[in-house]
């Protein structure tokens, strides 16, 4: 306390002796001599009472912590703050700490920071904070300091503090095993999320866990979109999926012909009776051994030509009259090529059952324009 004594009479001296020289030179003496000095005396008074009034103390104590990550994009930002008091100035009003304003400086770069928000406080040390008023960017690093500055305008700058936004959800996959189906055909969805509270997939799924997957038969074209959300917003992925209709190539109902090896055996009888979802034709047969015997028919056409452009297959439902024959399905295309899809015997149940094959499962039986053999 001596030691700062001495340097602010020295100080306040060294003052008087430069007002004073100032205004010698401007005044010879007298009365006007004397109210100048009063004048200089506060003038340096008040200098001095600048130069020794204490400031603000330095930001401290962040809140966010120096170097946290994963912090929500609204975040108050906290810090301790406040000035010591100087008892003979607040016992006259006159204490510079007595309120303390705080500017709070925000940015991704030291370059690019701007005030964001400000704090009023007083002296002795207090915890303040400001509110946001717009969301930061998720998955981004920010700087931010306090300035702080009291009745004086002496002000403290804090050093510069450094906090990291939660990321978005990560959408790892989201995929379908085809991008294509055929109607009624089943597909398999697949999706693996992280870092999300919740996960869900329309149209018609809802929520999901953040990893799995589903089988599904869509009806139609369908626009799968998956939303993944955490405090930091929502990230989103969609994917599509075509479905191709059924094509029909015939009804089972009626004006089918009979066909028989040539060897001897024979269709006894061919009647329409209740199939799957319609009409079905149901045959009789007298097969001689390594015989056969079928229904042949020229499907409809739409606008002259049968275009199988776009599928992949042909499926119908069967069901068998005992064990011991096997099944065989002919194509003959345009051309008169002849293509065929077996099944062994036993192969087609008692039941009503969904028989499929696709074209690659077809084998070349005979090329165009030959005779057709077995």
């Not at 020794?52 to 990550?69: F, K, N, R, S």
């Not at 510079?96 to 009023?120: C, F, H, K, Q």
């Not at 015939?250 to 799957?276: C, F, H, K, N, Y």
């Amino acid at each position: 306390m001596r030691g700062r004594f001495d340097r602010s009479f020295e100080a306040l001296m060294a003052a008087a002796e430069i007002v004073d020289g100032l205004i010698q030179g401007i005044v010879g003496g007298g009365r006007s001599k004397q109210r100048l000095l009063v004048v200089g005396g506060v003038i340096v008074a008040a200098l001095l009472l600048f130069a020794l009034a204490p400031g603000p103390y330095e930001p401290q104590i962040p809140c966010p912590m120096d170097g946290t990550v994963g912090i929500g994009l609204a975040p108050p930002l906290w810090w301790v703050g406040g000035g010591p008091a100087t008892p003979v100035l607040s016992s006259i009003g006159l204490d510079p700490n007595s309120r303390i304003s705080y500017r709070v400086i925000l940015g991704t770069a030291e370059e690019d920071m701007v005030v964001v928000g400000t704090a009023e406080g007083g002296r002795g040390r207090e915890n303040l904070a400001i509110n946001l008023t717009e969301p930061l960017l998720p998955g981004t690093a920010y700087l931010w300091r306090v300035e702080a500055e009291n009745r004086l305008k002496k002000r403290y700058s804090g050093e510069v503090w450094t906090f990291r936004t939660r990321d978005l959800p990560e959408i790892e996959l989201f995929e379908a095993e085809r991008s294509v189906v055929g109607l009624g055909d089943d597909l398999v969805l697949r999706w693996s999320v992280a870092d999300a509270s919740e996960v869900e997939i329309e149209p018609e799924i809802g929520p999901v866990s953040l990893r799995g997957d589903t089988t599904l038969s869509p009806r139609e074209g369908v626009t799968y979109t998956l939303v993944a959300r955490n405090f930091a917003g929502e990230s989103t992925a969609t994917l599509e999926v075509e479905v191709l209709p059924s094509f029909i190539i015939d009804s089972m109902a009626g004006g089918w012909s009979t066909a028989v090896d040539g060897l001897g055996s024979r269709i006894q009888e061919i009647w329409a009776v209740p199939g799957v979802e319609d009409d079905a034709t149901r045959i009789s047969f007298d097969l001689l051994p390594g015989g056969w015997a079928g229904i042949t028919k020229t499907p409809s056409r739409r606008g002259g030509v049968l275009d199988l452009t776009g599928t992949d297959g042909v499926s119908f439902s069967s069901r068998g009259a005992g064990s011991g024959y096997s099944l065989e399905v002919w194509l003959r295309d345009a051309d008169g090529t002849v293509h065929r899809r077996s099944w062994d015997a036993g192969a087609v149940p008692m039941n009503w059952t969904r028989m499929e094959a696709s074209f690659e499962e077809f084998e070349c039986v005979e090329a165009g324009g030959g005779r057709m053999h077995r």
